[in-house]
Structures are given as structure tokens and as C-alpha cells.
């Protein structure tokens, strides 16, 4: 067959692999795949740096699909490119998608889920779904590969200069999180950044008019992008002329704006919301066939010549692209042990020899200082020893301590890519995809806000532990104790949610001490991310001779103070700063003769998975008076009260005063514990 021919049974083949996959699953989006299959395909085909062999190489290019209900894009292209399979790191024999998982498409265990899931299937390289959220990560893969070139590469060594590709539709667009993300990409002038963007006038519910026409190229350009228009989706040449400015162009990421037909080639559903989110139907499927020249009966028909086209095209490309790198980094390795190994070390997911020397420890202080400071001095020490920690604030950078000052550590900006601190500026949203995206890229990064802004990035946090990266989600400013900002500002019901939040790792550490070890925890915990829960106030830092080590805290929960031969009448349980105010009513009871404990509970999600025995030592079932003290909501604490508990917490808005007036306001003094402890035991 001619090559033109080619192409196009390429391009029909991933459209009724999409039409076949979704008929047959009777649920999932046709449209998006059959308008946009010559746009991946030609991408992929003539210009993604992509080795099928090996879908982890570092210096692949990235495709990104935040068009996620368009999944069955991605798995027809992944299987038909022939993407094999990664486990653990190691290449399997086995393909990323088969044939049998393109059937299987939206079925329980499948490695075709509905919408992608990086952490199910190999070449999947983000997960998507929640529109703009690619996009936002896309960006954070594009910053990995400028910092990763600005730190590695070498004259006549350019082992880092991936591009990463992301396709939007009109929804990823309207997403507030993608604009976000856009206007820091212009401003970082990301140019190894390129959207392409589905122009296909229909959304979900219509016409996409009814909601959506702003002059998108425009306000890309006042983005500081670099913007084209592809007016025929199915125009290969044009498509392949873009791609290819793109790839030239300096100082500026690149919007293409293609004009594509949803539900292509669709007698009756073409340019429609009827093509957009569920199965064309059987009938309708034959004349969609019939249309592409295609045996009308077949299903999931792989027609001769096709394989062979992507070995042909993408697999020699992409081998012989990934042959020359590992020349020239066999050699870089010689050349440059050092760096060669912190890269093995990084793409591996190990932390270099030395990465928790000289951390910082707290001496005994009973004023103490905030846990928003320690967690600054931590970081500041970790960063230092890990190299390819990087991340920053969303402009909170003073008031959260997340600057890292350190010699060398130096700031992430426009043209200048080295630098460890990177300013995301106000964008909470695109801050938490963006450093998902980075995270991806396998360097570590974290996230820094006030605890109540973390409304704005929670969707990415939810996608951070739901692809179970280890990302670092840190914030400060975690209770009323922010005082006179007022109950705008003063976060409430954020810490029930996250710890409601499946493989979100959380800390509320208890002094500073404490925040050393949850550091060291989350830095080792590379399979979700971790969120730190940090004081804008003091609190006071514990003596650690007189109280119980601080290794405790790798539990979750641990008794901090003890009543005489560990058989108290009434437990204490709290965390951050709460933990000090349960000390000193423990003090008080104790001086008074009633026999308490205080459990510091830091994290609830490593209590809960300790063994029975353990969790009994703490929490003895036969002492039941009980009193939890945490400034955050009530919500969740029954389960560790129990029902003849007390709970000292919020069950309302905070308010703006002074921080001692609305600690009295809110019963978090020590009388107020006291008076609680003697209740529950009937005193
Ligand atoms: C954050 C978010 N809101 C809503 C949805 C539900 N949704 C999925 S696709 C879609 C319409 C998107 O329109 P467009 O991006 O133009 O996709 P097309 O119909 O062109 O395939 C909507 C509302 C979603 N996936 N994510
Ligand atoms: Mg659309």
C-alpha cells in the first residue's frame, strides 16, 4: 500500500479501535479519538522522541492526554506502536496495552480503565480525567526538563531536552487550573512546552458556544506563547509543519489550535455532543465504518501493514533516538561519574548516601518555636543533601520557611533553569499539578501554602495520591492560631479531609522534633505523597529525657508522657500544637494525683497501620476516659474518643481576634483539658 495509505489505515485504525473499545464496553467517549487520531498519530508517527522498547528512558518525550475521557486514544496508539510493558523498573516482554486489554476496556483489573491511570498502565504518563489537570502537569514536565538540562547536561552532552506534548479540548481550557498553569508557563517561557489544543466546537452538554468563546489564540498570546492554527485536523503535512516550528521555537511554549470534527466521519453524530461521551451505537458503528472503507462487521480489526507502519515510523525512530542517548551517556558516565550516578539514583526513586546527614535537632525549649520554622530548618538541611529536591510557594514563600537559602540552591527562572526555589506566584492550583508533573519526572518537589488554601490545589492532591507519586504537599498557617487573619484564613475542616483522602500520607507534628522525623518519613515514602501540617505560632519543644523518644512518631501515635507504671485512667490525644497544651494539663492532673497519658498522634494513617497489639498499647480499650484536643474540626476523633470521649475541637468557623483571645474563645486552654479530663472520668 502507498504511503498516504498508510497513514490513513493508521489513523482508521486507532478511530474504530476507540469506536470498537467503547461499542463494546457500552460505555465511554468516541468522538474526541476519531476527530483527533491523525493529530496523535502524526505526532507520534513522525516527532514524539519515544522508544517503544522502553517507555522509562529519561529522555523520552512526553505525551500527555488531558483530554482523559479520550482515553481510548491513547490505548489504541499504545498498542499499536507496540509500547511495552514496565514493572518496577525493569522492561517486561509483555505489551503496555494488548488486544485483550483494548477488549477489556472499562473493566474491573484492565489496564484500560475509563479514564487514564498512570500507575496502571505503562506510557500512561499522568493520570487524567479532572480536566486541566494534565495540562497543569505538563507544565511541571516541562520545568523537569529544563532544570534537569540546566544541572546535567554538558557541552557536547545534552542527555536532557524532552519535549512534552499535551492534548487539550475546549474543557481543559475552560478550566481555571490550565490558565494558571499557562500564564507561568509564558512567563518561564517554557519552549520545550507545546498544547495542541482540540478545537472541536462541542462539549459535553452542546454546542460549545452556549459557554465557551473567548479568542483563545489571543489570550495565549498575551500568555507569551507562541500560537498556530491548524484549520484540518486531518491535514498530516500542516500538522507536521507545526510540529516541527515548534521544535524551533525559542523563548515561548506552543499552542496549536486544531480545528477537528468530534465523532468524526459520524453520518449522524459528527460535530454533535451526541459523539462525545457514550457509544455511537451498532448501526450507527457500520456507517461510521462504511464511511472509513472499512469491512463493516469487523471489530477490533488491525488491518495488515499497520504494526509494521508504527515499527517503521515511531519504533526506528525512537530506538535509534534512545541508541545514540545511551552512547552518549555511557559516555557522560565516564566523563562525569558524580552526576551520572545522582541521575541513576534519581530516575530509580533512591535518595543519595548522606541524604539525612546533618538534620537539625531540637534542643529542650518549653516557649519552643513554630513548627512552620523547624519544618524550613529541615528541609533546608534535606535539600541541601538531596540535590534534586526542588519546589516553592504559591507567593507565601517567607511566611511558610520553604526558602531554600543554602549556597548554590539559587531560584528557577526564565532562562536561568538551574535554581532549587522555584516561584509559582498566586496559583495554588496549577502549583499542585505542576509539581505532580515534576514529580513524575522523578525529581522530588514540593508544594508550600497556608493549610486553608489547600481548597485551591485539592483536586491535584487527589490525583498526587491517587497516582501515588511522592510528592510534598507542605503547609503552615494550620489552625486559629493564625489569629487576627480571621476565620478567611483559618483553616477548619482541610485536616478531616485529607486524612478522609485515600494514600494521602499526614502529618500534624507535635514540636520540632517531631517535624524532623515526619520529613524523614515522607522523603522515604515514595508511593503516595505526603501532605506536612505546620504552626504559624510557637509551641513548645520538647524534653525528650523526660518525655518519650521521638522516633515514636514512625507510628503515627506513641505515648508521649505516661501515667506511673503505664496505667493511666485517662488519655490525652492530640497533635500539633495541641499536643503541648495536653503536656501541661498532663503536668496539672498529675501534680493532682489523677493518673494520665498523652498520645502525640502526628499522623493517623501510619496508627492505622500498625498491629492490634501496638494500637492497644496506646490506646488501651479498658480506659475508656478519654479527651482528643486539636484545633481543626471535631470530624473523624469519635473513632479514638470513643463514645464516653470528649472532644476539644472546632465546630465552627474560627474568628479574627487575637491568638490568646480565640484560644479561650474555642476551650483550647489547659482548664478547659482539665475540666474535660475529670468529666470523663467523673470527677
Ligand atoms: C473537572 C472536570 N469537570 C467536568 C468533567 C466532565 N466532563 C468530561 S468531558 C467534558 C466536556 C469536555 O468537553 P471537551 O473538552 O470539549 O471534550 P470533547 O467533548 O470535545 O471531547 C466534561 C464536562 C471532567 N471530566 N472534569
Ligand atoms: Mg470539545
Known sequence: MSQPNLDLLSINTIRTLAIDAVQQANSGHPGAPMGLAPVVYELWQQHLRYDPADPTWPNRDRFVLSAGHASMLLYATLHLASVKEAKDGKILNSLAVSMDEIKRFRQIGSKTPGHPESHITTGVETTTGPLGQGAGNSVGMAIASKWLAANFNKPGFDIFDFKVYAVCGDGDLMEGVSSEAASLAGHLKLSNLCWIYDNNHVTLDGPADWSFNEDVMTRFLGYGWSVTHIADANDLDALGRAYEVFQHTVGRPTLIVVDSHIGYGSPH???????????????????????????????????????????????????????????????????????????????????????????????????????????????????????????????????????????????????????????????????????????????????????????????????????????????????????????????????????????????RPGDANEVVEAYKIALQHMHGPTTLVLTRQAMPTFDRTKYASVSGVAKGAYVLADAPGGKPDVILLASGSEVGLCAAAYEKLTAEGIKARVVSMPSWELFEKQDAAYKESVLPSNVIARVSVEMESVFGWDRYVGPKGKIIGMRSFGASAPIKDLLKKFGFEVENVLSAAKEVLGR
Not at 395 to 413: I, M, P, R
Not at 415 to 430: K, L
Open 269 to 507: 453524530k459528527q460535530d454533535s455532543y451526541e459523539a462525545h461521551g457514550e457509544p455511537l451505537g451498532e448501526a450507527e458503528v457500520k456507517l461510521v465504518k462504511k464511511n472509513y472503507g472499512w469491512p463493516e462487521d469487523a471489530k477490533f480489526l488491525v488491518p495488515d501493514g499497520v504494526y509494521d507502519q508504527f515499527k517503521n515510523g515511531i519504533g526506528k525512530r525512537g530506538a535509534e533516538a534512545h541508541s545514540a542517548w545511551n552512547t552518549k551517556f555511557a559516555e557522560y558516565k565516564k566523563q562525569f561519574p558524580q552526576l551520572a550516578d545522582q541521575l541513576i539514583c534519581m530516575q530509580s526513586g533512591q535518595l543519595p548516601d548522606g541524604w539525612d546527614k546533618n538534620l537539625p535537632s531540637f534542643p529542650t525549649d518549653p516557649k519552643g518555636m513554630a513548627t512552620r520554622e523547624s519544618s524550613g530548618k529541615t528541609l533546608n538541611a534535606l535539600a541541601a543533601n538531596i540535590p534534586w529536591i526542588v519546589g516553592g510557594s504559591a507567593d507565601l514563600a517567607k511566611s511558610n520557611k520553604t526558602n531554600l537559602t543554602f549556597e548554590g540552591a539559587g531560584d528557577f527562572f526564565p532562562d536561568a533553569y538551574h535554581g532549587r526555589n522555584i516561584h509559582f506566584g498566586v496559583r495554588e492550583h496549577a502549583m499542585g499539578a505542576i509539581v505532580n508533573g515534576i514529580t513524575l519526572s522523578k525529581l522530588r518537589a514540593f508544594t508550600a501554602t497556608f493549610f486553608n488554601f489547600s481548597d485551591y490545589m485539592r483536586p491535584s492532591m487527589r490525583l498526587g495520591a491517587l497516582m501515588e507519586i511522592p510528592a510534598l504537599y507542605i503547609f503552615t498557617h494550620d489552625s486559629i492560631g493564625v489569629g487576627e487573619d480571621g476565620p478567611t484564613h483559618q483553616p477548619v475542616e482541610q485536616l478531616a479531609a485529607f486524612r478522609a483522602m485515600p494514600n494521602m500520607l499526614v502529618f
